[in-house]
């Protein structure tokens, strides 16, 4: 069966691929993922943890504890530093950047969280669930 998500880092040193749909496609406004992105908030598209593969290279983490008090484990290219997952401490899921995504288009956000972290000058997606923190 073909990959339905593939990605990688901008140098190339990193690869991964899914096999599944994402369960769930989300902007996450958390302070957390404004400061790993850059930007006011991180599009992520959620995987099963065990559907995640990596096909090529290796990727450096970086752990903190998050608001909730989960451990969260940002993956990214030792390399150039892009960013490419995060792994929260008792969810099943992996969430990838969808700016390391082969086609972003692929991303159709159906929730933003965290939006009470949100800079005043974030930009929101019309029509899209919102939730003050995590929808649990």
């Given at each position: 069966?073909?990959?339905?998500?593939?990605?990688?880092?901008?140098?190339?040193?990193?690869?991964?691929?899914?096999?599944?749909?994402?369960?769930?496609?989300?902007?996450?406004?958390?302070?957390?993922?404004?400061?790993?992105?850059?930007?006011?908030?991180?599009?992520?598209?959620?995987?099963?943890?065990?559907?995640?593969?990596?096909?090529?290279?290796?990727?450096?983490?970086?752990?903190?504890?998050?608001?909730?008090?989960?451990?969260?484990s940002r993956?990214?290219?030792?390399?150039?530093?892009?960013?490419?997952?995060?792994?929260?401490?008792?969810?099943?899921?992996?969430?990838?950047?969808?700016?390391?995504?082969?086609?972003?288009?692929?991303?159709?956000?159906?929730?933003?969280?965290?939006?009470?972290?949100?800079?005043?000058?974030?930009?929101?997606?019309a029509g899209?669930?919102?939730?003050?923190?995590n929808p649990?």
């Open positions: 069966m073909a990959a339905k998500i593939v990605g990688g880092c901008m140098c190339g040193a990193v690869r991964y691929e899914s096999a599944v749909d994402a369960v769930m496609q989300a902007s996450c406004y958390c302070r957390d993922c404004q400061r790993s992105t850059g930007g006011a908030f991180a599009p992520v598209v959620l995987v099963p943890k065990e559907a995640f593969k990596l096909t090529k290279g290796q990727l450096k983490h970086y752990e903190v504890t998050a608001d909730s008090g989960n451990k969260v993956g990214f290219c030792a390399d150039c530093g892009s960013p490419i997952t995060s792994v929260l401490s008792g969810m099943p899921f992996t969430a990838i950047k969808v700016g390391s995504l082969d086609d972003p288009n692929q991303f159709r956000p159906t929730a933003s969280i965290f939006v009470a972290s949100a800079p005043a000058w974030a930009p929101h997606f899209v669930r919102t939730f003050p923190r649990g």
